[in-house]
């Protein structure tokens, strides 16, 4: 089992940032490929961003590229998601999530095994 825990969401204006954090336990940290997903009211949860175990290979929604940052600090078992220029768009409960690294980088909610509880990012225009 691996237990996630989000922080770091808030009320920030249009052009502002928030760095969201994920702190995991349970077992090796560095054996599971990490991921961030958010979901908008009436809207479906929504793929955001995924890291793998070494950070070599990362993905991105196409409407957050250049604009999110996800990292990973394998000794710290930390997975963080850095939020630039941040729209009302982006408004959403923001949920981080894992599956074993001996699967393809996950893009797709099926993919992955373990959820946090969500942390709400709102974004005013």
């Known amino acids: 089992q691996v237990q996630l825990v989000e922080s770091g969401g808030g009320l920030v204006q249009a052009g502002d940032s928030l760095r969201l954090s994920c702190a995991t336990s349970g077992r090796t940290f560095s054996k599971y490929a990490m991921g961030w997903f958010r979901q908008a009211p009436g809207k479906e949860r929504e793929f955001v961003a995924a890291i793998n175990w070494s950070g070599g290979m990362i993905h991105y929604l196409d409407s957050v590229k250049g604009r999110f940052t996800i990292s990973r600090e394998n000794a710290k078992n930390t997975v963080n998601l850095q939020m630039n220029s941040l729209k009302p768009e982006d408004t959403a409960v923001y949920y981080c999530?894992?599956?074993?690294?001996?699967?393809?980088?996950?893009?797709?909610?099926?993919?992955?095994?373990?959820w946090g509880q969500g942390t709400q990012v709102t974004v005013s225009s």
């Open positions: 999530a894992a599956h074993s690294d001996d699967r393809p980088l996950g893009t797709r909610r099926y993919a992955y095994d373990y």
